[in-house]
């Protein structure tokens, strides 16, 4: 039995986005792939509303401006009409066979939820835009059957099982974080199965800065992640949480270190020689996608910051162990 599909498209004064990632989630309705699109308006003031009326977009808008894009999904889930709903990001242009590997997916009647990945060729070709949407794309590449977290940004979810959970939980995150990471994990304690297919991709229309790379990285993901694992503790095994990730964080704590002290010490210079071979090899992969991606100069720049990110990632989780656990409402 087939399934129908209710795209949902979250935004805030995004019209310039918009403009992009609309016109192909309309023609797959037009198509008959998706049931409907839905774009959730967050109280925008530069006419995205208007603009997605236009083209044919149902639209539902949040009592109040800036109340985050959990609210404004789960508005849009309960009014939605499909058996599945299709979260993008209003800044995500899907692939053009995108909706059909939703919909193939969705031919398995025990899985609850898919989600992809954003493609190898970011729209912005800045060393932050790059860096950002690539190592994204590296997380995502391989599929899996059964995952611990959902991604928001190119993700579907049956919606009786999205329902069931309670949706994204919009109280605990007000803003963009890591609410579909908490929506993952009250899944699969729901039993429901997650599978992660890179066949599903869109294009991220973000320009990054570096102060954003910083900011989202520490006060988005790690340290509210961080929290979460605190709360639920093995709940989260995939990603960046993995073994294989906590030992690439040491491995780049232990080379930043050295290159501290290789600076006065000549035998840890050869340590951070050593090292760099290490470092390498443990992100080779990651290397691979950032060169075919943008080239060798970026790629040997995106390894060597990638080692930062690690650290001060790391030193999040640490010190969010080490502080008191906030209390809840």
């Known amino acids: 039995m087939s ?5 949902v498209v979250p935004v805030l004064d995004g019209k310039h986005q918009l403009e992009r990632s609309l016109p192909p989630l309309m023609a797959a309705k037009d198509s008959g792939q998706l049931l409907e699109v839905l774009v959730a308006d967050d109280g925008s003031t530069d006419g995205s509303g208007d603009y997605a009326r236009s083209v044919g977009a149902r639209v539902v808008t949040t009592s109040r401006r800036a109340s985050g894009p959990s609210r404004a999904r789960n508005l849009a889930a309960e009014q939605a009409r499909g058996d599945v709903l299709l979260f993008v990001d209003a800044d995500v242009v899907v692939d053009e066979a995108a909706v059909a590997g939703v919909l193939a997916t969705f031919a398995d009647a025990d899985v609850a939820s898919v989600y992809g990945s954003y493609d190898d060729e970011p729209a912005h ?7 950002m949407n690539l190592r994204h794309h590296f ?8 995952v611990d977290t959902f991604w928001a940004g190119l993700g579907a979810i049956r919606r009786d099982a999205f329902l069931a959970v309670g949706g994204y939980d919009a109280d605990a995150f007000p803003y963009p974080s890591v609410e579909d990471i908490d929506l993952g994990r009250r899944l699969r304690g729901a039993g429901a199965r997650i599978r992660r297919d890179p066949t599903i991709r869109g294009k991220h229309l973000k ?7 910083v900011h989202t990285d520490v006060m988005r993901r790690a340290a509210p992640w961080s929290l979460l694992m ?5 709940a989260f095994r995939d990603l960046n949480v993995s073994s294989a990730e906590k030992l690439k964080a040491a491995l780049a704590l ?3 270190m050295c290159g501290l002290f290789a600076v006065f010490v000549q035998v840890a210079a050869w340590a951070w020689l050593l090292l760099l071979l290490a470092v390498g ?8 996608v950032f060169v075919r991606g943008a080239g060798l100069p970026f790629a040997i720049f995106g390894l060597l910051f990638h080692q930062l990110h690690l650290c001060y990632s790391a030193a999040t989780f640490v010190t969010c162990r080490l ?3 906030p209390k809840r409402d």
């Open 125 to 131: 070709r800045g060393y932050a835009s790059l860096y």
């Open 230 to 234: 605190r709360r639920f503790p093995g």
């Open 3 to 7: 399934v129908t599909v209710s795209a």
């Open 254 to 256: 232990a080379f930043i």
């Open 323 to 325: 502080l008191p656990m």
């Open 207 to 213: 320009r990054w800065t570096w102060w954003q790379v």
């Open 139 to 146: 997380g995502h590449r391989e599929f899996s059957d059964d």
């Open 281 to 288: 090899f443990a992100n080779k992969k990651l290397f691979g």
